[in-house]
């Protein structure tokens, strides 16, 4: 089932999500809810998505990109389900990152992230998966982890200069962050 998305403005965005039991993982009620956070997330051609962005404030999120119609330049993520997920930088790097969200209308900025991290939690299988992310897909998980705790893109944005809507984005940047995603996928991989 489609879920509907919260909006930037709402409280639930800024909970600080809650952890899921080994239990629990196994329950229709969560079950179901990964089914439809994987649907809503299709449907609205996301890279990802948090469980609070449908207003359930626990710490699951899922990621996917294949031929993304909103992020072209992406490279592919397999579907990734993740439960508790705990996060490792593994580099002082640093690499500019122009983002996006689905609880954040037609908005886009830089953000910081780091290009290589070690990510650990569970599947939805209740299994311990380990998984090593680089480069743009590195920040698609920050990304996501970020909502986890009640952070939007928006609070780390270095400069609000840099906010564009995704029609001037187009217009204006997404030629030069596309020529950036190239270095940084030969840099560090995806
Ligand atoms: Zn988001």
């Not at 809503?40 to 710490?59: D, I, K, Y």
């Not at 993520?77 to 954040?104: A, K, M, W």
Request: proline share 5%; glycine share 6%; charged share 25%.
């Amino acid at each position: 089932m489609r879920l509907e998305i919260a909006n930037i403005g709402n409280p639930i965005l800024r909970q600080v999500a809650k952890e899921v039991t080994i239990k629990q993982i196994d329950s229709e009620e969560v079950q179901t809810l990964i089914d439809n956070l994987i649907e809503t997330m299709h449907f609205a051609n996301g890279a990802g998505l948090a469980a609070n962005q449908v207003s359930v404030p626990w710490r699951i999120f899922v990621v996917e990109v294949k031929d993304n119609a909103r992020y072209p330049y992406k490279p592919d993520i397999p579907l990734t389900v993740l439960i508790n997920p705990q996060i490792e930088f593994l580099t002082e790097d640093r690499f500019d990152n122009y983002e996006g969200c689905l609880s954040v209308p037609n908005l886009r900025g830089v953000v910081e992230r780091c290009p290589e991290i070690k990510i650990k939690g569970f599947n939805r299988a209740g299994e311990p998966v380990k998984i090593l992310a680089k480069g743009i897909t590195a920040g698609t998980f920050q990304h996501e982890y970020d909502h986890l705790n009640g952070l939007l893109f928006l609070d780390k944005v270095k400069d609000t200069k840099s906010l564009c809507t995704w029609g001037e984005f187009k217009k204006h940047h997404e030629d030069d962050f596309i020529k950036q995603v190239e270095k940084v996928v030969a840099r560090y991989g995806s």
